[in-house]
């Protein structure tokens, strides 16, 4: 700006407003300037301003008012207008944020007034975040690398039985085409799907798509190191039947642990798709698990920044996991009610869960419901069914088989 720019009122340049964030705002500035971008996001003008502000935590950022002259005087004596640098749904760009401009007050004898809204509520209501119907499904992630996904346009897409924990009545994997010799595992806490040495693949169901867009897939793998691959696929599956295979992506690092392999991102070339495992000319087993697959879309330029991923780690009932219905008393290391009728509900996450009973004495009893199935005692087992439980005695029961 040249120094010889001077308004024809004097307005004093300073930040005024006010903040719930727990900092306070920084010193008032001598000056302060306000660039002003067009709708499609081309500078305008870059004005010194009057300005008072709010930030808050629970909703956008806002510019309450900004007030600019009416008329700069030049150095050379001529007058500058800016009126037509401001207009309704233009943006403003003010100590490091960006601001949707809203009313325009130009009935001010003073200057040029208008208010501003953060602009991510505006970026943000514009953005379509995936191109097929369905709601985005993300699989062992935290809230913040959830959002972060959703931001970045990486929409989680359903696979069915993605942790191999939902078996038949042969306990192999639903959803999922077994191969002979591969079979079921219980490793640690978690169920894996596992393949035994040789050449052989192992598909999902068919998964809706849409050409041209692109999708990635992202499965856990364990191999020893040994000859062979062992790796993923996209199998596309086109309208008129016919498929055509993705390069594979083989599993990079074999020591024995679970890594994450990634296929990047790779076209649709059908209708539909499968996600395909497989390995060739493997000497020893190998496991897979928790796939997940993705539909890529735009990228909204924005990330996530909060504290969704913190709970207390102290007992299990002591956080949010737990929704408490009815009177409950906590004591060291459980949890207890003794009105009939009362009961706790949990969000789980894995192929199974063990719930634990103290003695409850004579004629104590509970009722267990996993998404909305009654389960019964079967020896140290739940399945389902509709007889009360007797926890007269302590006891530790399991439901295996859930979909994570």
């Given at each position: 700006?040249?120094a ?11 930040r ?5 964030s727990?900092?306070?705002?920084g ?11 067009d709708?499609?996001?081309d ?5 010194p ?5 709010s ?13 600019i ?11 500058l ?6 207009d309704?749904?233009?943006?403003a ?16 004898e ?5 208010d ?28 913040s ?8 346009g ?15 009545t ?9 191969p002979t010799?591969?079979?079921s ?24 798509c849409t ?10 793998i364990?191999?020893?190191?040994a000859?062979?691959?062992?790796g ?20 990079a ?27 060739a000319?493997?000497a ?6 928790d796939?997940?697959?993705y ?28 929704v408490k ?6 004591g ?11 009961y706790i ?6 192929p ?7 003695a ?8 267990i ?6 389960y ?7 399945v389902?069914?509709t007889n ?9 029961l ?7």
């Open positions: 700006m040249s010889g720019w001077t308004s024809i009122f004097r307005p004093w340049f300073g005024l407003g006010s903040t719930t727990s900092a306070p705002p010193p008032a500035a001598d000056r302060t300037l306000v660039t002003l971008l709708a499609s996001g500078v305008v003008a870059v004005l301003a009057q300005v008072r502000w930030l808050k935590l629970t909703k956008p950022d806002e510019l309450v008012s900004v007030t002259p009416w008329e700069y005087l030049l150095s050379d004596g001529t007058l207008s800016k009126v037509e640098a401001l309704t749904g233009w943006y760009l003010w100590d490091g944020g960006k601001y949707v401009v809203g009313d325009v007050d130009t009935d001010n003073s200057g040029l007034t208008f501003a809204l953060s602009a991510e509520t505006d970026d943000l209501g514009n953005l379509y975040t995936n191109y097929s119907g369905g709601p985005a499904t993300y699989l062992n992630m935290l809230p690398a959830i959002a972060n996904a959703v931001l970045a990486k929409v989680g897409r359903p696979v069915k039985n993605a942790g191999f924990g939902i078996l038949d042969s306990d192999l994997p639903t959803n999922w085409s077994h010799g591969w079979t595992e219980l490793v640690g806490n978690r169920r894996v799907w596992q393949a035994d040495a040789g050449s052989d693949e192992s598909y999902s169901d068919d998964l809706p050409p041209g867009v692109s999708y990635r897939v992202k499965v856990d364990k191999a020893a190191a000859t062979g691959t062992v993923v696929l996209i199998r596309w599956i086109k309208a008129d039947g016919t498929t055509v295979d993705s390069a594979v992506t083989n599993l690092t074999e020591d024995g642990a679970f890594h994450e392999v990634d296929t990047g991102d790779i076209v649709a070339l059908g209708t539909r798709l499968r996600i395909v495992l497989k390995t000319g493997t020893n087993i190998s496991q897979f698990d796939v997940r697959l539909e890529i879309g735009d990228d909204s330029g924005y990330t996530y920044t909060g504290a969704m991923d913190s709970r207390p780690a102290a007992v299990p009932y002591n956080d949010g996991a737990i219905y009815g009177v409950w008393t906590e060291a290391g459980y949890i207890e009610a003794t009105t009939p009728g009362d509900g949990r969000v789980v996450n894995g199974f869960v063990t719930v634990e009973f103290a409850g004495g004579s004629g104590a009893s509970a009722k419901r996993i998404n909305g199935v009654q019964q005692a079967s020896g140290t087992s739940l389902p069914g009360p439980i007797s926890v007269a005695a302590g006891k530790a399991t439901a295996s088989g859930l979909d994570p």
